[in-house]
């Protein structure tokens, strides 16, 4: 049976933390800048964790599980 592949996609936007959880970058922060808020880019700056829900299908994109 061949090697499964890694999603190419989802290897760019997520990362996995030391405890297992995966990490990720907030949308909405490449363009159209001047209308948003300093607090709300701020806010978009810092990295979150993956929702729950979302967990299982990301990890089967790439082949943790």
Do not use: C, E
Not at 5 to 27: D, W, Y
């Amino acid at each position: 049976m061949p090697k499964m592949k890694t999603k190419s996609s989802a290897k760019k936007r997520f990362k996995l933390t030391g405890t297992g959880k995966l990490k990720r970058k907030h949308a909405f922060k490449s363009h159209i800048l001047t209308k948003k808020s300093k607090k709300r880019k701020l806010k978009l700056t810092h990295s979150g964790l993956v929702n729950k829900a979302d967990v299982s299908n990301i990890k089967q994109q790439l082949t943790l599980k």
